[in-house]
């Protein structure tokens, strides 16, 4: 059996062709266009992708030309040769930066859930071929021109910023960054300036996880929560708790615990409205049960909303914070081939969906049904 080989005769289709008011036998080529342009058929070839390692002003030189000469992207060949392109072990070709813009240069590393961000936009951009470069925003000297400059000589256009703490507002001093850049915030978008960002689904999280647990066969389902944890995400964890409730027929509708520093009012809380589960992102919650000489699952089952694999016992919600991670680079790097910068005038967000992970803090009923794995 001879292996299959393309014959080297045969021409492909280009991958932009001529609108349908001009005729086909007119479409110019790479060579065509090059010539007009002045530059050669690879430099064609990589302002037509809108690829970053052309400046932006050559690549929109190039790209007026092609226009001029009537072609038109042919998105079923861009495709194809995008999966091409892809089956490739990536080669840098760009750099992106990572704006880290905690008070500490190395909070981004103190949490979990910073780090798996961290760790799918790491992975995202080098699948992509671009080079993550790092910078701490308050690094001593860095003004935003000293930023700016900074960016410009590394042939950065695109930034991932990580989020504020207490969802706070940067500087009016930063507006040069936006207006210059390509920004996508990952996990928590700022109050100030209004920008793209990806994050996990609260709500869905919540929604999902009560849908879940009352599959299960659980009905008193109790929310204990920091109140700044949810306002860090603009109520989304109680308004999912709360439609979750309202959509399952039977749930009784407990108070939500909010004093997760005080044991003593969790105590009485509890005692008041002796749930059957609880739903928190507080670990000490579990202790606290176990104080008051209650065994978990048995006698009150427990659910985090947040679990990740630091927390093996624990069932509950996983939040893919490196799936969110990726998804920012992916619109970040969408951004970059649209030549979008400044601050959009409708920002747009990419939810992440979490994953529910059965183990020792919850009692299973019955296994789910095939619909119920799929909407969990």
């Known amino acids: 059996m001879f292996p299959f ?51 932006p002003e050559t690549r929109r030189r190039i790209q007026r030309v092609a226009a001029t000469m009537g072609y038109r992207t042919n998105a079923t060949v861009a495709n194809l040769m995008a999966q091409l392109r892809a089956s490739r072990t990536p080669h840098y070709q760009a750099a992106l930066c990572l704006l880290n813009v905690s008070a500490d240069p190395t909070g981004l590393a103190a949490s979990r859930t910073s780090r798996d961000w961290l760790a799918g936009c790491q992975d995202r951009a080098s699948q992509l071929g671009y080079r ?15 930023l700016a400059s900074s960016l410009e000589s590394r042939n950065i256009r695109g930034l991932i910023i990580s989020p504020l703490a207490n969802r706070a507002s940067f500087p009016d001093c930063f507006e040069l960054i936006w207006r210059e850049f390509a920004c996508v915030v990952v996990g928590l978008r700022p109050a100030w300036p209004p920008l793209n960002f990806s994050s996990n689904d609260q709500f869905s999280t919540v929604f999902r996880a009560v849908r879940r647990l009352w599959e299960n066969g659980y009905r008193r389902m109790g929310l204990v929560l920091a109140p700044e944890v949810d306002a860090a995400v603009d109520r989304r964890y109680s308004a999912g708790f709360w439609a979750g409730q309202e ?45 008051m000489g209650l065994d978990i699952p048995s006698q009150v089952a427990l659910a985090h909303l947040d679990r990740n694999d630091d927390l093996p016992e624990w069932s509950g919600m996983q939040q893919n914070h490196a799936m969110t991670g990726a998804a920012a680079i992916d619109m970040l790097v969408g951004q970059l081939h649209r030549n979008e910068t400044g601050l959009p005038s409708s920002p747009n967000a990419s939810f992440v969906q979490s994953t529910w992970v059965e183990a020792q803090t919850t009692v299973r009923s019955k296994a789910p049904s095939s619909r119920e794995n799929a909407l969990v």
């Open 5 to 55: 080989r393309i014959n080297p005769f045969l021409r492909f289709p280009n991958i932009l062709k001529m609108s349908n008011n001009a005729s086909p036998a007119l479409a110019p080529t790479m060579h065509e266009i090059a010539e007009r342009a002045g530059v050669g058929k690879a430099t064609v070839s990589l302002a037509l992708r809108d690829d970053p390692r052309l400046r």
């Open 132 to 146: 993550l470069d790092h910078i701490w925003l308050h690094e001593p000297g860095l003004t935003p021109a000293a």
């Open 247 to 291: 959509a399952m027929d039977g749930c009784h509708r407990l108070p939500m615990f909010q004093e997760t520093r005080d044991h003593t009012a969790f105590r009485d809380w509890y005692t008041k409205n002796r749930p059957e589960i609880i739903l928190s992102m507080h670990t000490e919650v579990k202790a606290w049960l176990e104080t």
